[in-house]
């Protein structure tokens, strides 16, 4: 089990329509703490994905070292999809409760042309139906960083049960198809995190005390 407290500032995904997330006077000013109760996934082996907390309170990130997908010359077989599923224990300050308003995403693609690839995340907490899964599209030729976000409308945030202990299930996946690609000749690859390695998923926190309507 890994007990991960952040230390310095977390870099804010770029979006197409930059929306600020205002996280309101409810934060709590005790520094929050995550435990990784399981990591399991193609995507994400042991010993290659790290959690930290913004100083803040209002973000968390996952970064993963070794998560990619890929396809054609140096693929070996079922390399096509990788997928990772966290459990974390998000330890909340007395009297306060969480939701995760939004998600952003970043990495890096190679895609030939005629290939394409899918990223798809969703996260639920423990004992709550699973959400639906949110995907982005690429398509080849692609070679460059990539970005993504999926926002979560106030109305259908889900909660954490105040004065229960319910883990926050994260499940990602990455998968590239060859498509029309000229798989004997070339490679077409998605990675998920950053190119300098920092940063590649980013969980926006929306807090409210137990006793707010």
Not at 152 to 179: D, K
């Amino acid at each position: 089990m890994l007990n991960l407290i952040a230390a310095g500032s977390l870099v804010a995904s770029l979006l197409v329509s930059p929306i600020v997330i205002d996280p309101g006077p409810s934060v709590p000013d005790e520094q929050i703490t995550i435990d990784v109760i399981t990591v399991n996934g193609s995507g994400c082996p042991a010993g290659t994905t790290a959690v930290a907390v913004a100083p803040d309170n209002t973000a968390f990130t996952v970064t993963y070292s070794e998560y990619f997908a890929q396809v054609g010359v140096g693929s070996v077989p079922n390399q096509a999809r990788r997928n990772c599923q966290l459990a974390v224990d998000v330890h909340v300050p007395g009297g306060f409760t969480y939701a995760i308003s939004k998600t952003d995403y970043r990495g890096y693609g190679s895609l030939a042309k005629g290939a394409s690839a899918t990223q798809m995340a969703r996260y639920y907490f423990q004992g709550q139906s699973p959400t639906s899964y949110a995907s982005h599209a690429f398509r080849g030729p692609f070679d460059d960083n990539w970005q993504t976000s999926d926002e979560v409308e106030i109305a259908s945030q889900s909660w954490y049960p105040c004065g229960e202990q319910r883990y926050l299930n994260i499940n990602t996946e990455l998968r590239v198809a060859a498509g029309t690609s000229d798989v004997k000749n070339t490679t077409s690859v998605m990675w998920m995190d950053s190119t300098d390695g920092s940063i590649s998923t980013k969980y926006h926190f929306n807090w409210k005390r137990c006793d707010e309507d």
